[in-house]
């Protein structure tokens, strides 16, 4: 049967996605060598894993149905519009549960969402009473001792957050590289690409893959916003801001992405050479390919 063929490939290719390739994709160091490459195949991956599971189990309920998936979508509406039963037992039961993962994969993109907006909403609310817009800045600044940035992303656009200890405590080069680092994030929309793999980890916590996966692209962020740093303010006065703010939010100076930082910082952010990079986007588009291929043909 042709459905049940693209069912043991759409689960083959889910399986390995799922597993070696995050797994070797979260380990490997190339990607910070070209980080909007490779975060463009980080979402790739994402994509196609959750295309293929789910195509996996529809592909093999509508087996029975002859053909690929799409032809035996239209037989089963028929079947059904004509009040009659085309499926057995236990493929209804298979095509239940692949329309049950997508349901589950996209309430919990859309819970993870709607989280997302309420507290950033509330967020808002807060700044408006305790920061202080300072035009020269083009930031809000908190009254805090501490040395912090963030941005805060929004629908009615982002806002960079510094507090004072930043500003007394930085020089104006790296308060320059701290403020560029932030606009980076809201001008690149980081916040809204790393949702989908922080939902993927809900998804599935008991799955290493799906947090490595979630840690790597988090990490992709910070490093393409550092390269907006450094074309603002220059390597050493990014490399000083982010000892001096850059480990806020819980991290230490020991933490694993921080060092990954430093480190690319120190040795003078080294690229891909072109046809890498090249090769990356062209195997981030045939690893979305696949998938679509496999549930759409007809």
Not at 174 to 198: I, K, S, Y
């Amino acid at each position: 049967m042709t459905g049940a063929a693209d069912a043991v490939a759409l689960a083959a290719l889910a399986v390995v996605l799922a597993q070696p390739v995050t797994a070797r994709l979260a380990a490997a160091r190339w990607p910070h060598r070209a980080p909007r490459a490779a975060l463009a195949l980080w979402l790739a991956v994402g994509l196609a894993t959750g295309l293929a599971g789910v195509g996996a189990l529809l592909s093999l309920g509508l087996a029975p149905l002859g053909g690929h998936l799409l032809p035996g979508l239209v037989r089963c509406a028929r079947a059904l519009a004509a009040g009659g039963d085309p499926l057995p037992g236990w493929a209804w039961s298979v095509t239940g549960a692949g329309l049950t993962l997508l349901g589950w994969q996209l309430a919990v993109l859309a819970r993870s969402l709607l989280a997302v907006a309420a507290h950033r909403r509330a967020h808002r609310g807060i700044l408006d009473v305790v920061g202080t817009w300072e035009q020269e800045l083009g930031s809000v600044v908190l009254e805090d001792p501490r040395a912090l940035a963030y941005h805060l992303p929004g629908l009615r656009g982002s806002r960079v957050v510094v507090t004072r200890g930043c500003v007394d405590r930085t020089e104006r080069d790296e308060l320059t590289a701290v403020l560029a680092h932030e606009r980076a994030h809201a001008r690149g929309h980081h916040a809204a690409l790393l949702q989908p793999f922080v939902a993927w980890q809900r998804t599935v916590p008991f799955v290493p893959a799906a947090s490595a996966a979630t840690a790597a692209v988090a990490l992709l962020t910070e490093i393409l916003a550092d390269d907006a740093a450094v074309a603002a303010a220059g390597g050493p006065a990014t490399l000083a801001a982010l000892g001096r703010v850059g480990c806020g939010g819980g991290r230490s100076a020991a933490d694993p992405a921080t060092l990954a930082r430093i480190r690319r910082l120190v040795h003078g952010r080294p690229g891909l050479p072109r046809a890498g990079v090249l090769a990356c986007w062209v195997v981030a588009a045939l690893v979305l390919l696949l998938p679509t291929v496999l549930l759409a043909r007809s």
